[in-house]
Nanobody
């Protein structure tokens, strides 16, 4: 199992910004899609944003125009810039990466999760 290390969560006031980071080990040969998911208390996990190997991105409707996903392939790192945060954005955020493994297949790996709380 590849360990993805997340950072950047915390408590922020409504309307404020927060930036999450997620890094995969430096010895990874290839990563395809990278993304962010979140799970609020009592709810299922939902996809927030995904970025392909190039620049193609996809966002949940609830975060379009407020969140921006980006990646640094040289650092095997994906970021999530969150602006204009709302209380309903409160959740544990998980990063995900499709990493090349045995047999030439890509396998999904997850971070440990980082808590984001939006409250005044």
């Amino acid at each position: 199992q590849v360990q993805l290390v997340e950072s950047g969560g915390g408590l922020v006031q409504p309307g404020g910004p927060l930036k999450l980071s997620c890094a995969a080990p430096g010895n990874i040969v290839s990563i395809k899609d990278m993304g962010w998911y979140r799970q609020a208390p009592g709810k299922g996990r939902e996809r927030v944003a995904v970025i392909a190997g190039g620049v193609s991105t996809n966002y949940a409707n609830s975060v379009k125009g407020r969140f921006t996903i980006s990646r640094d392939n040289a650092k095997n790192t994906v970021y999530l810039q969150m602006n204009s945060l709302k209380p309903e954005d409160t959740a544990v955020y998980y990063c995900n990466a499709d990493i090349l493994g045995s047999g030439g297949y890509y396998y999904p790996h997850w971070g440990q999760g980082t808590q984001v709380a939006v409250s005044s």
